[in-house]
């Protein structure tokens, strides 16, 4: 089992070359990427780094308003929904979504990292892979829902997992948004992205508020993936259409079988959690625990904006592995920022969460709350791992990673689930996440020799030492009774704490990026190893 290359094959030199000459401000922003970095920008007169920083303001933006609104969905939802019925609902979209893992196994990675010269049939090469695969997909999914209706003994989910099923297709037709993606021209991706959330999150809460019950998240999120596909393939600036080659596949597919593992392993650990809590904790414990699940991976999703932002500009200099290892750093550093305080936060004030927004009836779930806090807050350590591994071209480790996925679930979490119930579950996630991190300190030292993990870890986390410190001495001062009064204090007091703190511990790297955005307008040729801190 071998892992990325070692990095004395990748070195870069001493002096990394200047960027090349930008495109003059003329040109015509709906064209395809032109001649920086063989043709995968046009970076409108700047340099990359300015750009990517940029590029991360316009997508948080976008990303924080829309994860903030698949939040506000969830929760918004849940307020008209028992927990059984939530419960039920986390059944069906739970098959979905698992299937799905199994569906992504980085078609759309694979696209941004090529380099093909001709890149409309690169696009039309990878849209047809995606289709295919897709459609296999949905096929499984028809045929594998009578079989789970039958292990969870509920026909009733047979109609809205079928009707729900739809989004494997539509989701495929997406696929136009790679080309945006890949020119790092984030506003047109996200605007064309943000369909698909703002129609289905409306007409969710418009259908819950009508007593539509679980139907109306499956209606509401099958007609917005309905209209975000066909926005997507309105705005193709390439002609769409079938195209197949032989080498394309093999290419493809030795990128992504590690991909499809890793998924296969993600598939275990849920479908094993989901069908072991259905005969242990019932619907309203799988309830709780998928609202944990999806609150605490707010800020994994918010986290993601950095990573994500950078992909393509992290392809583009991917032989240049000094470049690299400051630009995993810096960015997990920026992520960490806010992924950490709020993990936190949560951990602190799960219990006034559950009081004075969710109400009584998901008591049970704020211990799940407050674990899933601070597991969240340190999984987001060395959280962008893959994307460097996928830059490589090497992605067996994510295979690697999801075989200890498995492993802890079989000696953790499925034993604790049976045995300690609801609460057991932290101890099983807990254990993964140590897993994971195992596996990432690993292949990042292996890729970036030398590179301590346990200095990265603990950086992360002395923002909020004081912040948390601060709201325990409060709480311990009032003697622990709780009123709203008190919980918006000592949120506020615990929000200004972690905002200085995080201030004087990264004012050098906040520094940094505020300069990017400085010079952005400044000649290429300025900044001379061109990736986003």
């Known amino acids: 089992m071998t892992g990325a290359a070692e990095p004395s094959a990748r070195r870069p030199p001493e002096d990394p070359p200047v960027e090349p000459p930008a495109l003059s401000p003329g040109v015509d922003e ?24 940029r590029g991360v303001i316009v997508n948080s933006a976008f990303q924080v308003g829309l994860v903030g609104l698949g939040l506000v969905r969830n929760i918004g939802v849940a307020a008209f929904l028992t927990a059984a019925q939530f419960g039920f609902w986390g059944l069906i979209v739970t098959i979905l979504l698992t299937l799905i893992w199994l569906k992504q196994v980085g078609i759309g990675d694979k ?61 495929a037709l997406q696929a136009p948004v790679w080309i945006a993606y890949r020119q790092m021209r984030f506003v047109r991706q996200r605007l064309i992205e943000s369909v698909d959330p703002v129609v289905s999150t409306a007409l969710v809460i418009g259908l819950a508020i009508a007593g539509y ?46 991909l499809l593992a890793g998924s296969v392993s993600a598939l275990i650990a849920v479908q094993g959690t989901v069908i072991v ?9 799988i309830g709780a625990i998928g609202l944990a699940g999806q609150v605490a991976r707010f800020s994994d999703q918010v986290d993601g904006i950095v990573s994500r932002t950078i992909y393509p500009a992290v392809c583009a200099v991917k032989d240049r592995i000094g470049v690299l290892e400051e630009t995993f750093v810096k960015s997990n550093r920026l ?16 219990p006034d969460l559950v009081t004075y927004v969710l109400g009584e009836t998901w008591r049970p779930a704020e211990f799940l709350l407050q674990a899933f806090g601070v597991i969240f807050a340190v999984r987001q350590v060395g959280f962008n791992w893959t994307l460097f591994v996928y830059a490589l071209g090497d992605t067996r480790p994510v295979a ?24 057991g579950y932290a101890a099983g996630a807990a254990a993964t996440v140590a897993a994971q991190l195992a596996v990432r300190a690993y292949y990042l030292h292996r890729i970036f020799s030398g590179f301590g993990f346990f200095t990265h870890l603990v950086r992360a986390f002395l923002p909020s030492v004081a912040a948390v410190a601060a709201v325990l001495a409060l709480r311990a001062l009032t003697g622990g009774e709780r009123t709203l009064e008190l919980f918006l204090a000592e949120l506020a007091i615990y929000v200004a704490l972690t905002a ?34």
């Not at 992520?335 to 799960?350: D, E, R």
């Not at 990673?401 to 609460?423: K, R």
Request: with cysteine; charged share 15%; glycine share 10%.
């Open 111 to 171: 696209y941004i990292q090529q380099d093909d010269p001709d890149q409309e049939a690169a696009f039309q090469k990878a849209f047809t892979l995606e289709l295919a695969y897709s459609a296999c997909f949905f096929a499984l999914f028809v045929l594998a829902l009578p079989l789970f209706a039958l292990i969870y003994d509920r026909t009733d989910i047979l109609l809205p997992g079928l009707l729900l099923s739809i989004i494997v297709l539509t989701s």
């Open 30 to 53: 709906t064209a395809p990427a032109l001649e920086p970095y063989g043709g995968r920008f046009d970076l409108r007169g700047r340099g990359l780094r300015g750009h990517a920083a």
């Open 400 to 423: 690697v990673e999801g075989a200890f996925v498995v492993i802890a679930f079989a000696l953790v979490t499925a034993p604790m689930l049976i045995v300690v119930g609801v609460d």
């Open 277 to 285: 809590g259905n005969y242990t904790i019932g619907l309203a414990g």
């Open 335 to 350: 992520a960490l920022m806010w992924g950490v305080p709020f993990g936190l936060s949560l951990a602190l004030f799960a």
């Open 500 to 533: 200085i703190a995080t201030f004087a511990f990264e004012r050098r790297l906040l520094g940094e990026m505020i300069g990017y955005l400085r010079r952005a307008g400044a000649p290429s040729g300025v900044e001379r190893e061109p990736v986003a801190a």
């Open 213 to 258: 019950g679980y139907w109306s998240l499956v209606i509401g999120i099958v007609a917005g993936s309905l209209f975000g596909a066909v926005v997507a393939l309105a705005s193709c600036p390439y002609r769409i259409r079938l195209r197949y080659e032989r080498g394309t596949f093999r290419d493809y597919i030795s990128f992504s079988w590690p």
